[in-house]
Every structure is written in C-alpha cells, then in structure tokens.
C-alpha cells in the first residue's frame, strides 16, 4: 500500500480482532455441548475469516496464516465434511489463545510465536481427516482465560454504542457434562463512532463535577430563605419598637417623625422581602432547570460507559472448562443476567476477582465425584454465576452447591499461620471466622501450586472490590454450598458516601462499605464480654470510637449520652463506628491523593465540599482492620488532657498544603499554614509554634533556606523542623540535615503513619 501508515489502525484492529476471538471461543465452547449448532458454526468462521482478511491488510502473516488454516478447518466443518470433536475443538481454542497473544502484540515489523506452525500443521492434518495424538501440546503462550481488555500503549478507542435492537444474550442450558457451556454469540448492526478513552474519561469527570454543584444550588436557596426569615424577625423588631416610641413622652413632632422612620423602614423591609422572594423564585427555577439538565447528561455520560456484564462472563465458561478437567471434576456452570449493565471501569477491575473466585469454587468448594456421590449430592456440581441491579448497585453473585466452608478448618489453619491466636479464635463464632479468609497469606491449601496455596487471591480480592467503592459478603453453610456476593456501584461517574463529625472534622466513607447511621441512646449500649455492643437487625455488634483509630486526641463522646453511629460492613459481621455526628449523604467526585499520599492505606481520596472544605474519603477495610484486634476487648478510651500542639505548614501547592493541614488536625494539632517561605518566617517571628513542617522549593524562600535563618534566630533555633519534600537524591538530604532539619521525608516514600510518629517522637509526646 505504498508509503501509506498501517500503524494508525493497530488500536482498531486490536479492539475487532479481540472481540471476533471471543466470538471464536464462545461459539467453540457453545459447539462442544451441541456440536451439530449450525448458527454457532457460521459464526466462527465468519470471525476467523474476518480476523484473517484484517491481518493480511495490516502485514501481520503468523496471525494471518493461522486464522486461514483455522478457517480451512471451519469450512471443512461447515460443508459436513468433518465432524466436530474434542481434538478439533482443542487445537482451535489452543489456536485462538495465541490469536489473542499475537493480537496484543500488532505492530511493525508483525509480532511471531514459535506455536503457529505446530498448530498450522495440526489444523492442516485434522482438515485432512487425520488422528492427532491423544494429548496434543499444548502451547505456553495460551492463556487459559481471556482478558477482558489488552493494555496498550497508546490510549485505546472506546466504541459509543446505537443498536438498532436491545441485543440479547442466550442463557446457557444445564447439561451433563464435565464442561460449562457458555452463551450463544449474538450479533447486531450498529452504528459506531470511535473516541479516546482518555477523552470520555475527562467527559466523564467534568460530567461528575456537575453533579455535585447540585447540592451546591440547594444551599444557595436554603441560604436565601434563610435571609427571608431574618427580614421577618427585623419587621418584628421595628414593629415592637414603633409601639414603644408610642408610649413615650415625646413631643408630637417627635412622635410623627418616629412613625415617619418606622413605616418607612417596614416598607424597605416589605420591598426587600419581595425582591428576595422573586430571587428566591427565579434561582429555585434556574436551579430545577439545571438539575434537570445535569441529570440529563449524568444519564448520557453514564449511558457511554455502561457495558453488558456479558464480557465480563465471557472468559469464565473457558476457565471453568479447562480447570474441572484438571482437577477431574464435573461442574456445570449456569450464567444468569449477562445483559446486566455496569461502568466499564468496574467490569475491567472485576475480571481477575471474578476468575479467582470461580477458580476458588473449584479447587476449594467443590467436591471430586465421588465424594459427591457418597455425600448423597449429584456427581455433577452446579456452579452459577449471576448479576442483577438493585437501585444504584449491581450484585455479581458466585454460589456453588460444594462443601461449604468449615469455620474449624478456617480457625485452625489461621492460627498455623500466624494470622491468629489460638484463644482468640476460640472465641471467634462461626460466621466471624469466616472473615479469616480475607487476611493476607490466608490460605487452607496443603501444597502450593499454580491453581491455590500460594496465599494471595482472597485478599486481593476484597481490596479490588473496595478500589472501585464496593463490599464483598460471604455465606457458607457447611455441606450445602458457598455464596461470594459482590456489590459494586454501577457506575463512578460519582460515587455516595456517608458524611460524619469526628473531632470537629468531617470525614466519609463509602455508603456501599456502609450498613447505614443511627443514634442510639445511652441505656442501649451494654457490655458483652468487655466490650461496649449496640444491637443491630437483632444482632450484637462491637461499638468502636472512630476517633483513636485515627490518631484524634480531642473529646470522645461518651456511651452514657446519645451516640452517633456508622454501621460498617460487611453485613455477617458488622461494625459500630462511634462518631460525633452524622452529616449527610450525598454523590460526590473522589479525586485522587496523589504521589504525597499514594502509599499510605488510612484514606482512598478527597472530595470538596460546596463550602470550600477537604473531605478525606476513608478505607474502610483499613479501618475495620485497625479496629479488629482479635480477641482483645475494645473499649471507649477517656478523653485525653493534652494541650494539642501547635503546628506550622509551610507548602506553596494549595492541594498539598490542605492536605497535609486536614491530615495533621484530624491527628488532633493545631495548624497553621504559610504559602511560602517568606509567609512562614513571618508567621514564626510573630507567633508560637511547636513544630514546622515544610517543602523545599518554594518562591522567595526555599525550605533549605528557611530552615537555616530559623536556626539563626535566637528564639526558634529550638524550633524541630520536618522536610517533606520530592527531592531524593543524597545530597539534598545532606544539604537538608546541615541546614538544621531533624527530619527529611521524601514524598515518594510518604506514609502518614511516618510523619506521625515523627511529629510524635520530635515533640516528645
């Protein structure tokens, strides 16, 4: 094609080529449970012989060559010469795994796999009408699971979506066989247009941001009529003191101008009222009329990002496939709810927990046949896979019918590994040793191998879980089955959290993390076992005051008044979270700490309030872990009488500067911030503090420089300094620490436990 550049379509065929492989494997799968499906047949060719025509247009041979062979083979099968076996559907679905490695490779000069002539040779010998060997190697490259999406180098495109018809997914029949069968490949005409993902990602954050000037507009009109009943109250007062003046004795010129003054100030009042309540009127109108628009294009935005969960199920009918031939068990796997839609973003980051969790099922839920059998339960275990929405959440549903988890087995094995005492799993009770299995290197299996043991899946499954603001619940009943629920948000154009007071500082966690708020009085806290407990939908829960979790030394509220409480998942053991007072709920746009706080695990993100106020956004798995000391009672520490110190910020980035401020008064100190150096040194030389925390590079006055004319004052040599600074290298911790600095902390390395205990080890307190 001349001088002509093929590189600009890669990301396209990358995208088409990925989505005729999964049509490949679905249709194979869908063949060997029903291998006489002539539509499943046709659809398969057509995506190999479209995978083919693309590949030779675009220079790529290996993938060019083996999609032709394949669909030699798929021609031969179509026209009744050949038979559909387990032989031929192995070489195709080995051949379509290395399709799927090639095609993540596409580029100039095209990508090769030492397999694609093993397996050209293979089709051509099985298209002849020859035997393979009954164990056919099995090439390396060829992943048993699909991705559901390649990274790529460049951002990649994302298809906006018209169908001319509400595609439908077929839902696969049970059958009796050691294989799942999956979904029939359904296609529809559609009209596309292609667009970075990067671009509708910022569509989407500004979209987010709109959303949340809603509650902004509310305040505003709460704020005017707030205004209107102050103008009722001076009517009133000007009204008493006209009837005072009348009483009077005064003159009747005085009496009149008096009247005069009176009436007049009531007709400014009456003429401000009805100015303010057209006002009122005109912003309530525009505030509706903007909703209603912001709703509109949070529901189009929304409407461009949501995909059918249906790719997300697409990989596991081959997993499980593959898995119960290994492990020599008879699984039939049963889908529901495919069409099921949800943030593309949530179905990305739900693929590898997903997989695990059926991989899990499997190894470690379901039982060989035979114990099966003799458990009186069918040879063939029931796997079933299942999405649904509920309101603004979508629940994935993981059950099978296998052993159940054994909560003796869970507490034994946590205590072998260290992750438990043995007296305190004692006291642990069933439903609460089941969330053993989330702690990390928790693992019930005697050997490593590449299936399980190796500790690490279950752990990392919440924590993927909690990233995009959901929860995950577990329910075993000991022989009958286990079921994984995850709830997920639909969408993270915005994201509800439950908004709180604890030491004169608002916090939030996510509302899917939370079982809701209450208040509870006094008499209906009583003590189990040591520790302070609160029922809940007729359950006992532990009462933990959030405050010491996070390093507050102000007032705790006491159990003997009204207590404010944040019901934290997972629903089979929950936990009361102690706080000042509950906020409000409401959507917001979580942005990111960034490189400052990246490392530490206290806070997922930020929000701003309409008033201008950062907002941390707290993990709730950290906090659940810090409140759950395992077999130690937990009580309401008294209140401290430190005088909390009184600390100096100096930082010129506002969002670092707020941060850091938020942080260390959530830690119980005072702060004061300065935007520069200059600000700082002005700050020191006309007030008190106990501790200065500053950056480097700043205008007018770095941090080095700052640092050292505070060693050179009399009155604040004294004074402990903490950098906190993106300089790294060696010298500039050299020129830090000759400057006078008694700490350096590079923001790379940053954990806020560090700089705590720093500022507590410096302070002496």
Request: net charge negative; proline share 6%.
């Amino acid at each position: 094609m001349g001088g002509f550049d093929l590189s600009a379509f890669f990301g396209q065929f990358r995208e088409e080529t990925e989505e005729n492989v999964r049509a490949l494997t679905t249709g194979l799968l869908a063949l060997e449970s029903n291998p006489g499906d002539r539509e499943a047949i046709d659809t398969i060719f057509r995506a190999a012989h479209t995978i083919k025509g693309s590949a030779r247009m675009l220079g790529q041979v290996d993938m060019g060559r083996l999609a032709h062979t394949m669909e030699s083979l798929l021609s031969a099968l179509r026209s009744g010469m050949l038979a559909m076996n387990s032989s031929i559907n192995d070489v195709l679905l080995s051949s379509a795994d290395v399709l799927l490695v090639l095609n993540s490779q596409v580029n100039e000069p095209p990508p090769t796999d030492p397999n694609v002539d093993q397996l050209v040779e293979q089709l051509n010998a099985l298209a002849a009408g020859e035997t393979l060997p009954a164990a056919p190697a099995t090439p390396k490259a060829a992943p048993i699971v699909a991705p559901v999406a390649e990274p790529e180098p460049a951002p990649a495109p994302v298809v906006l979506e018209q169908p001319k018809s509400e595609p439908v997914v077929a839902k696969p029949k049970p059958k009796k066989s050691a294989a799942a069968e999956a979904p029939k490949p359904v296609s529809s005409t559609r009209s596309t247009v292609r667009v970075p993902i990067s671009r509708l990602d910022r569509l989407l954050n500004t979209a987010g941001e709109l959303v949340v000037t809603r509650q902004l507009h509310l305040e505003h009109v709460a704020d005017l009529e707030a205004l209107d009943k102050l103008l009722t109250k001076s009517e009133r007062l000007s009204q008493q003191l006209s009837e005072r003046l009348t009483g009077q004795r005064v003159t009747f010129q005085q009496r009149r101008e008096a009247s005069e003054l009176a009436s007049q100030l009531q007709n400014l009042a009456q003429s401000t009222r009805n100015q303010l309540r057209l006002l009122t009127e005109r912003w309530s109108s525009h505030s509706a009329a903007s909703e209603a628009l912001v709703d509109e294009l949070e529901a189009e935005v929304m409407a461009t990002r949501l995909q059918p969960v249906a790719g997300l199920f697409a990989p596991i009918p081959r997993a499980v496939r593959e898995l119960a031939r290994s492990l020599g068990k008879e699984v039939n796997l049963i889908t529901e709810g495919e069409t099921t839609e949800a943030d593309r973003k949530v179905i990305e980051l739900m693929a590898d927990p997903l997989v695990h969790l059926v991989r899990n099922a499997l190894d470690h839920g379901i039982e060989n046949p035979d114990d099966r059998v003799k458990a009186k339960k069918p040879a063939e275990a029931t796997l079933r896979l299942e999405a649904r929405s509920l309101g603004g959440t979508i629940e994935i549903i993981i059950s099978d019918d296998g052993r159940g988890i054994d909560p003796a087995v869970i507490r034994a094995t946590a205590i072998k590994r260290g992750i438990i005492e043995a007296d305190a799993a004692a006291r642990l009770r069933d439903e609460e040793a089941l969330e053993l299995i989330w702690q990390p290197g928790f693992s019930t299996s005697a050997i490593i191998t590449d299936v399980s043991g190796r500790g690490v899946g279950m752990d990392v499954v919440r924590a993927a879980v909690t990233e995009v603001g959901g929860r995950v619940d577990v329910h075993s009943v000991l022989g009958q089955g286990t079921t994984f629920t995850l709830i997920l948000p639909i969408t993270l154009l915005t994201t509800r959290v439950l908004l709180f007071d604890v030491a004169g500082t608002t916090y939030a966690l996510p509302s899917t993390a939370c079982l809701g708020g209450r208040r509870v009085a006094g008499g209906q806290i009583q003590t189990v076992e040591g520790r302070p407990t609160v029922r809940v939908d007729e359950r006992s829960v532990s009462i933990v005051a959030l405050a010491p979790l996070l390093e507050q030394r102000g007032p705790l509220p006491q159990p003997s008044d009204i207590s404010n409480l944040v019901i934290l998942g997972p629903a089979n053991r929950p936990l009361a979270l102690l706080v000042d007072k509950l906020v409000d709920e409401r959507e917001v746009v979580v942005k990111s700490l960034g490189a400052l706080l990246h490392e530490q695990r206290l806070c997922t993100g930020a929000i701003a309030l309409p008033d201008g106020r950062l907002v941390l956004v707290l993990n709730p798995l950290a906090i659940a872990a810090r409140a759950r000391e395992w077999g130690k009672p937990v009580a309401l520490p008294a209140p401290t009488k430190l005088q909390p110190a009184k600390l100096l910020v100096a930082e010129d980035s506002f969002t670092t500067r707020e941060l850091l401020r938020s942080m260390l008064q959530s830690a119980g100190y005072v702060v004061e911030t300065a935007i520069n150096g200059q600000d700082a040194l002005d700050k020191l030389n006309h007030n008190s503090y106990d501790l200065l925390v500053s950056d480097v590079e700043m205008p007018l006055l770095t941090g080095f420089e700052l640092t050292r004319r505070v060693r050179a004052h009399e009155r604040l040599r004294q004074l402990p300094i903490i950098i906190i600074t993106s300089l790294a290298r060696d010298s500039d911790r050299r020129e830090g620490l000759l400057a006078g600095a008694q700490a350096y902390i590079v923001k790379s390395q940053f954990d806020q436990s560090n700089l705590l205990e720093t500022i507590h080890q410096l302070l002496g307190r």
